[in-house]
């Protein structure tokens, strides 16, 4: 992969004239413990930027200010830091990582190429993601050194959303091949790619339940966007929220007992929460702007 242009490197020190952190703006409240926050994006303070909410105070705390839009948000396995990508143009996405205090400010790719949707190995050593090199969208992995970057995904349409298993031994993803989007789940290494979803609408965003036998996921299949859940081999899929709006973004708890997601139902994006079996919905936050890109923390 030596053509690769756009690996994926490290460049320790350097930012952006134009991000500034925020880390020590909180509403209230301290640096939240492992599983007790969600990072997401919000519109509250004008610009698209990072917030960390406490789940359980419902405290939030502001991270970034700047004049790009910050989405497609993972944790590392740690729950020290914080990958966002700064949208800049469609194909100006570089890719940037922070403390969880929204300190120390990394740039991790030049971003021409539209780079995004990182997903972190379990163990920290690899990352998944995807980039616009060869005029489609196509999922790479790479060291988290830098080094050893390879493409695992080479087909017709444009393959998204990739997201590592828990045991480290596959990656489910999204892929247009077909003809629409389905969910689909391959090797680390690329190989044995294999559909998990077969619907008449999209179905995007799949998010691994903490143990790997789960996988919840947004589908368009009834209709508008609704959380989906279905067994780790795609069986016994069973739908978890029911309008009356867009139900999009699903992400487990660390403990596997609650999803989090985005929900239009009350007139503006919010976050929601909800058990793993859909019931007890319940919104979280409440802001003028909309609230939009989430990841719970490890």
Do not use: K
Not at 91 to 119: A, C, E, H, K, W
Not at 173 to 199: A, C, H, K, P
Request: aromatic share 10%.
């Amino acid at each position: 992969m030596g053509s690769f242009r756009l690996m994926l490197r490290l460049v320790a020190g350097i930012t952006l004239s134009t991000m500034v952190m925020v880390g020590t703006a909180y509403a209230a409240g301290a640096v939240l413990p492992g599983g007790g926050g969600i990072a997401f994006t919000s519109e509250r303070g004008g610009s698209v930027d990072i917030y960390l909410i406490d789940v359980t105070r419902a405290m939030v705390r502001r991270l970034t200010d700047n004049p790009e839009r910050e989405v497609s948000l993972a944790w590392t396995p740690d729950g020290t830091q914080i990958e966002f990508d700064a949208f800049i143009s469609a194909y100006d996405n570089p890719i940037f990582l922070m403390n969880s205090d929204g300190r120390d400010l990394q740039q991790l790719t030049t971003g021409t190429n539209g780079d995004g949707d990182v997903s972190y190995s379990p163990d920290g050593s690899q990352l998944a993601f995807t980039s616009f090199v060869y005029g489609e969208c196509d999922i790479y992995a790479i060291d988290s050194d830098g080094s050893n970057s390879r493409r695992l995904t080479d087909s017709r349409g444009d393959d998204i959303n990739p997201d590592w298993s828990p045991d480290g031994q596959q990656i489910v993803f999204v892929s247009y091949r077909d003809g629409d989007n389905e969910i689909y789940v391959m090797n680390t290494d690329g190989s044995d790619q294999l559909r998990l979803t077969d619907s008449p609408g999209d179905d995007v965003n799949p998010d691994w339940s903490p143990d790997g036998t789960q996988i919840a996921f947004e589908s368009r299949r009834d209709g508008s966007p609704e959380i989906y859940l279905m067994d780790a081999d795609g069986n016994n899929v069973r739908r978890l929220t029911d309008g009356p709006d867009w139900n999009q973004y699903p992400a487990w708890s660390p403990d596997g007992r609650q999803i989090a997601f985005v929900s239009g139902r009350d007139r503006d994006w919010e976050i929601y929460l909800m058990d793993a079996d859909g019931s007890n919905q319940h919104r979280l936050t409440y802001s003028p702007g909309d609230d939009l890109y989430l990841a719970w923390r490890p």
